[in-house]
């Protein structure tokens, strides 16, 4: 049981946090490691499955993995001839990181989290990109979606999606992208793909395509998150983004009813609505 709970506490985390520490090292690193961080944040992840069931789990389990996929990359990096360049950062990056006390850093690593993480959406919403490949690279990178919710969400084949993904990765990396929140003229049209992407997740979890629950809240709480951190900028304040925040906790509000104790759909009309959430 307890194993089961791990496993489902790093999946979690797969989901959830995965997003958050690449995005962190992305900009730390650069985009042209992203598939190196990609593959160390994956190391990280099964490193956790492994050894978290035999060893109590960390009082902050995305500072762990933030810091084994970092120290991973850095084993990595340091066999290659660009190291050096990065040795300014990476020691500036360490000491925010440890030289400060808990409490300080990981409410200094929060903030830092989130506001790397909005800045991930807009890098895998540049004009570079096909707007095809820019929904597939939000919604691989940030949100956690697997190819195959992937391919679900947007009517595709899988390895369409695959295929897609590696050209919009191989884009990504040559250009080395900043990290940044646009501003001028180039905002509005990646705020409305960063906006479409949130609304297929949020659908996703309002009426999920894989595993054997109708709905996935957790999806949905993931929307809302995001779509939240887009409002606490005050770049992203638009009405466009309030509307779409207010369409998606008027559905979650009901999320509680739409399922009986069976897991199957009940109408609307026969919803409890005293059970809704005010």
Known sequence: METQRTEELVEHFFRHEAGKVTAHLTRTFGSHHFDLIEDSVHDALLKAMQTWPYNQVPDNPTAWILQTARNRLLDVLRRQTNFNSKQQDISAFTEQMYGSTTETRDVALDAELEDDQLKMMFVCCHPLLTEEQQIIMTLKVLCGFSKYEIARALLKKDETVAKAYTRARSKFQKAAIAPEVPSGDALPERLETILNVLYLLFNEGYSATQG???????????????????????????????????????????????????????????QDRTAWDA
């Open 212 to 270: 054997e629950d109708l709905i996935r809240a957790d999806l949905c709480v993931e929307a809302i998150r995001l779509i939240n951190i887009m409002l606490n900028n005050p770049f992203c304040r638009k009405p466009e983004v309030h509307a779409l925040a207010a369409l998606m906790y008027f559905h979650a509000s009901r999320l509680a009813t739409r399922t009986d104790k069976e897991g199957r759909l009940v109408p609307l009309q026969e």
